[in-house]
């Protein structure tokens, strides 16, 4: 696929939650969607690995015609997109904790946020608690367990089930009346999560408000527009197959093209 295209790229199969949203809001664009699952988890490595991971596969989605790329990963938005942005010279959007609006809609004055290592130590993620959530207790989750429940496709299992509850049971939540998925691959799991918090928490993830943007940006983009529904092509830097079988069950559907890729 060398065609006019949107990359979107995660350290595993979590970001197909912001591009499944993406597909949903632009059904007539081409995407890339990439899976660096021979590297994963980005969240437990270091700054300088994710940074030259997110440049080998942006150079990588480039070389398909990419003209807008989605880091469609917590850790690599904090540990990588600048740089990408400093390097490369197309648009790039990426995803971090929705503090803000979680600050605003809490009524407690106590939100929780669950994160990967990664996200939860970054220098990004003090910067948006002090910018936007100096009122309000924040309690600051990792769960890094998550990323492989969703890597093995359990998303409502009874195993799944029974791993979060266990984890939110051993936490404190406090007063939390809002509670932000900070992982896409969180997203995945968010039913699961909430048959696990009180009825009156709010779930609050990013997905919508990131394909947004990406419309946003696509409507001021000078391009050729097509009539005609989008080519969607993936690829894995781990064992195709798995990849193909896990995708379909998240994203509830056959993809189209799944190939490997050596990077």
Known sequence: MRQDAIGVFDSGVGGLSIWREIRRLLPRENTVYVADQKHLPYGEKSDEEIRGRSEKI????LDQGCSLIVVACNSATVSALAQLRRQFSIPFVGVEPAVK???????TGEITILATT???TSKRQRSLLEQHANSV????LAAPEFVELVEKGEID?????RRIAAFLRSHNLGKSDVF???????????????????????????SRAIAKRVESI?????RKTQQKPGKQRFMTTANVVRFTNVAQKLIGGAIESAGKLEV
């Open 218 to 222: 696509r409507k001021n983009q000078v």
């Open 101 to 107: 609006p979680a600050a605003r809609k809490s009524k």
């Open 180 to 206: 932000v998925l900070g992982c896409t691959h969180y997203i995945f799991l968010k039913d699961t999560i909430r048959n696990a918090l009180p009825d009156h928490v709010t779930i609050i993830e990013p």
């Open 137 to 140: 207790k924040v309690n600051l």
């Open 58 to 61: 942006t150079k990588y989605l």
């Open 118 to 120: 990664k996200t939860a």
């Open 157 to 161: 299992t009874p195993r799944a089930s």
